[in-house]
């Protein structure tokens, strides 16, 4: 899925900590965000209900996604589209960039979509020669800055508006001022040409109506309305849990996407397509594909225990309640889903508890992201589960495993749990201030270096238990 990064969590972490004026922007993006959520859910009534609903609707979905991806391709078929299903992100790249060849494109436009940057889609249309070019605003900030999306929602949280200016003013050339309307003028005014001359738009799929086969994109700037309804042909890339039964069912999670998302009622433009164009249609593509991409998906599907981790809505809720998010922000994750969905779902997708199984220990495990979640995922059970399976598969470092080796070894029988208080109660003494120790630790450094560790007991429970009897 994604490329693996060269350092490893802890120190991808270090760095990020270190990059104060991102974990700024992040902090204050994240607040407005959760706060925007939580006003939200309490103007709907019976929040909870929605929430059991939504839950209902996509563990059903998930339950029998073999029935609704049969469907939906039948109903695509139907309206004269075509279904085409990629079992890896390299048959994904392959068979996309064989459908813009075979059209003879130069010039595509794209809309957000996460599974584009699972399969790194961009980078192979490109080294096949086709231009290609975000027209989510974020998504081109990035595309500019050649960095990828550290937001399944707000990929440029990361940024300021100062530099996004820099950047602009780079590409025009000139001068841009570091305010909205002004980045945003400039944007269009790029933006709008790219959409007229494309032969090609790509787009994403926020949800796939099996009933009716039609695909449904929410955005709040339109982009993705052009990029469907102006190029000649349309190729439309979807996750293959990303389908919801029925329009009743649709009605039910896009009430809850846009609420979880950013706290709006709903999404400035919902756009439905339902295939090419039909005769009296005003407007649409001649040619439509739908390209379902599983890329690990059917393993999560087969399991009992992660299952839930399809139920996803790509809302982001889970990211902006999240302590670590909050703190290293997205990139420091390495992979292209961040927060706490992606630390669940990157090792799964990936199939790898070494290197990514890192990925569930960037949680504190306080599970606000589970209480968060529109689709009810418990997610901190889900990533407690996966510590779990990388411990068993023998995946923990050294020290970790050294450190709780020492634990269940004292901590076995009373008495070398008796002499390790003991031991550890004399044994801290030079450390030890105001009941506190404050001494940086050197394998606890990282811990005792900003913030107090306190300090064992002077007498243990057992002696004053035992003096109290007397
Ligand atoms: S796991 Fe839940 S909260 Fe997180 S993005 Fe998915 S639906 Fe939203």
Redesign the pocket.
Known sequence: MSDRPVLHLRDRAAKALKDEQMRQAVRKAVDRLSGNKDKAARELPNWEEWREQTRLIREHTVDHLDYYLALLTQNIRKAGGKVHFASTAGEARQLIAKLCQQYEAKHIVKSKSMVTEEIHLNSALEAAGMEVVESDLAEYILQLAGETPSH?IVPAIHKNRYQIAELFSRVNGEKVEPDTPALTRFARKVLRDKFMNADVGITGCNFAVAETGSITLVTNEGNARLSTALPKVVITVMGMERIVPTFEDLETVLSMLPR?ATGQKVTSYVSVINGPRQPGDIDGCEQFHLVIVDNGRSRILADEEYRAALH???????FNVCPVYRQIGGHAYGSVYG???GSVITPLLENDMVFWGELPYASTLCAA?TF????K?P?QELLFNLRQKRVSAGHTDAVEKFAFGMWKRFFKLPSTYKFAMKAASLGQKPLVKNGYITAALPILANWTNSRYLPAAADKTFRDRWKKREK
Request: hydrophobic share 40%; with cysteine.
């Open positions: 399944i979880s996803c809505i790509r809302c982001g809720a889970c927060g706490p969905i992201c968060a979640c529109p689709a995922i997610l």
